[in-house]
Nanobody, 115 residues
Framework: QVQFVESGGGLVQPGGSLRLSCAAS????????MGWYRQAPGKQRELVAL???????NYADSVKGRFTISRDNAKNTMYLQMDSLKPEDTAVYYC?????????WGKGTLVTVSS
């Protein structure tokens, strides 16, 4: 079975940083475009960062210049470096293929940005 497990979330102050990790299993990681998604309370899940099989990246306007997505195919792992965090970044963060596969959603990791 395919499984994505997110980790690295936590409570940080505005302006702080976190690095999220996504460990994949049961999938040939290198052949999939991948993305980080987030869902805030009362809001729809949204794609915030995308990385293709070739390593090209795209970001939502709300995080551009602050977040960096990367992947390590040898480790079947993807990362999201988050800097200059804002309270509006508070959400549960998920990884999945891009576009997302409904069977692959995990439990996510919670990021809370607050003083």
């Amino acid at each position: 079975q395919v499984q994505f497990v997110e980790s690295g979330g936590g409570l940080v102050q505005p302006g702080g940083s976190l690095r999220l990790s996504c460990a994949a299993s049961g999938v040939i990681f290198s052949i999939h475009h991948m993305g980080w998604y987030r869902q805030a309370p009362g809001k729809q899940r949204e794609l915030v960062a995308l990385i293709t099989t070739a390593g090209s990246t795209n970001y939502a306007d709300s995080v551009k210049g602050r977040f960096t997505i990367s992947r390590d195919n040898a480790k079947n792992t993807m990362y999201l470096q988050m800097d200059s965090l804002k309270p509006e970044d508070t959400a549960v963060y998920y990884c999945n293929t891009a576009p997302g596969n409904m069977a692959y959603w995990g439990k996510g990791t919670l990021v809370t940005v607050s003083s």
